[in-house]
């Protein structure tokens, strides 16, 4: 595959529930980004991985924890979730010192 | 603190009509500014970026914006609007540094056959 990936496309989960989100990038990059897209409003950056390392928390809750093993992978992993948190969300990924953001196709997340 | 503004949420235009679609940016220091376009159920795709070259900047599909300093603009145009080009268009801002982005609210096209 080429480019960036995300799995799944779409999940439905209760509150109580665990899951994760799975995003791949085969693009070489070494840097990679969650963001959250809710309807009218603009996308919301929600972590920020360089080399392994988390470079930046935008203030979001504890609820989603994400994870980040190699430069090639991405995970978000979703605990105890609230309807609001409904949103598709975006992963992306970029060369360090080239700006360029190289974005997965998303995963439609819906929280019952 | 960087900021991007899309003005209109909605542009609806003919097919082979004029396709201008208006980003104005914030920005403390010189920036790096891009268009993304998202069709349905689909992540964003780059259509075209300035980073300090030519202000005239050509993307893919027909597309181009101009970057205009003294307007903080930077509008992104096409000439003859298709069908295919109806989506959601997202005007973005970064410092060239940092990995952070700043993206607009988005504006939706709608291509009138």
């Known amino acids: 595959e080429t480019g960036v990936t995300q799995t799944p496309r779409h999940l439905v989960m209760g509150m109580t529930n665990k899951k994760s989100l799975k995003c791949e990038q085969h693009l070489g990059h070494n840097a990679m980004y969650w963001y959250k897209q809710s309807a009218k409003k603009p996308l919301e950056l929600m972590f920020v991985?360089?080399?392994?390392?988390?470079?930046e928390n935008n203030s979001v809750p504890s609820r989603f924890s994400p994870e980040c093993p190699n430069s090639s992978h991405l995970f978000l992993h979703l605990h105890t979730l609230q309807p609001e948190d409904s949103a598709l969300y975006l992963c992306a990924s970029s060369q360090e010192g080239i700006d360029t953001q190289y974005f997965g196709p998303g995963t439609r997340l819906t929280v019952l | 603190a960087q900021s991007v503004t899309q003005l209109g949420s909605h542009v609806s235009v003919s097919e082979g009509a004029l396709v201008l679609l208006r980003c104005n940016y914030s920005?403390?220091?010189?920036?790096?500014l891009f268009w993304y376009v998202q069709y349905p159920n689909q992540g964003l795709q780059l259509l075209l970026k300035?980073?300090?070259?030519?202000?005239l900047v050509k993307g893919i599909n027909g597309f181009e914006a101009e970057f205009k300093k003294s307007e903080t603009s930077f509008h992104l145009t096409k000439p003859s609007a298709h069908m295919s080009d109806a989506a959601e268009y997202f005007c973005a801002v970064s410092e060239g540094t940092g990995n952070q982005f700043y993206f607009g609210t988005g504006t939706s096209l709608t291509v009138i056959p």
């Open positions: 920005s403390s220091v010189p920036p790096y």
């Open positions: 991985y360089n080399f392994k390392e988390q470079t």
């Open positions: 300035y980073t300090s070259a030519a202000t």
